[in-house]
């Protein structure tokens, strides 16, 4: 595998057994590949699997079939507690409904600490673990005054907005983005996509994000892409997700286009 390659996927499949005896083939054969320093788009339909893609690389579900490699590591049969450690520190998810994916029972402080009290390697003293939580309320845009409030306190955007700091918490090289405006109000979807844009630009935040076509893809892309390909501020190729599938993989212009 070229050292480029942060993650690829051949043959990904997620299938689920329901009731009667069958089974529903939510991915069924995705090859894709992140490369460093670029930012991969996953477009479809509704229902298409983009959400289960995701939570299948970063292992909620475990895979059906197939191979996912991380930095040249097969990281898909793999189910160990240590493993799954390592694998939180590499990649990192930020879920579409910001609210259903806080414990509404956790301070915004501990919600983003999380990562670092469950890691032996990573535990911190108060001081530190405090310190450093603010400084990601900082960089999402919201205040030391919201490190002790619970996430019903918060507007859909600023949870997303701690959804966000709680991926960056664990620094990790991948963060997928599993549309991640398309449940908040049209009013602050500008604002949380202008911050990933922020992150991508200035913190390298490298990121395979998904979305269901027309949404979000002229804000991500930029066309100076298409003049210097390792112009780090935008999509560079987007894959198309149909039927379960990746159908093709193409320089963005090409697929936005036709959005």
Not at 238 to 250: D, E, N, P, W, Y
Request: with cysteine; net charge positive.
């Amino acid at each position: 595998m070229s050292e480029n390659v942060i993650l690829r996927t051949e043959g990904l499949k997620k299938h689920f057994r329901i009731k009667g005896g069958r089974t529903v083939k939510a991915v069924d054969g995705v090859s894709i590949q992140v490369e460093r320093g670029r930012t991969l788009g996953l477009v479809g339909e509704s229902g298409c699997g983009k959400s289960t893609l995701g939570r299948t690389i970063i292992r909620i579900y475990d895979p059906t079939e197939g191979v996912i490699t991380l930095n040249g590591k097969d990281v898909s049969g793999r189910s160990s507690k240590r493993f799954r450690q390592e694998l939180a520190r590499s990649v990192q998810m930020i879920f579409q409904d910001p609210y259903a994916c806080l414990n509404p029972r956790m301070t915004v402080t501990d919600l983003i600490a999380e990562g670092w009290d469950l890691n032996r390697e990573l535990r911190l003293s108060a001081g530190e673990r405090r310190e450093k939580v603010l400084e990601l309320l900082r960089i999402v845009g919201l205040n030391e005054e919201h490190a002790n409030r619970f996430p019903h306190e918060f507007s859909g955007g600023q949870r997303q907005r701690i959804g966000i700091a709680r991926a960056l918490s664990m620094d990790p090289e991948l963060v997928i983005c599993d549309e991640p405006i398309s449940a908040l109000d049209v009013s602050i979807q500008a604002q949380v996509m202008n911050l990933l844009l922020h992150l991508q630009q200035e913190k390298g935040l490298r990121a395979c994000l998904t979305s269901p076509p027309r949404m979000s893809w002229r804000r991500i892309f930029r066309p100076d892409c298409v003049k210097n390909p390792c112009h780090p501020s935008g999509c560079l190729r987007i894959f198309a997700l149909q039927g379960k599938k990746s159908t093709r993989q193409s320089i963005h212009v090409e697929i936005l286009n036709r959005l």
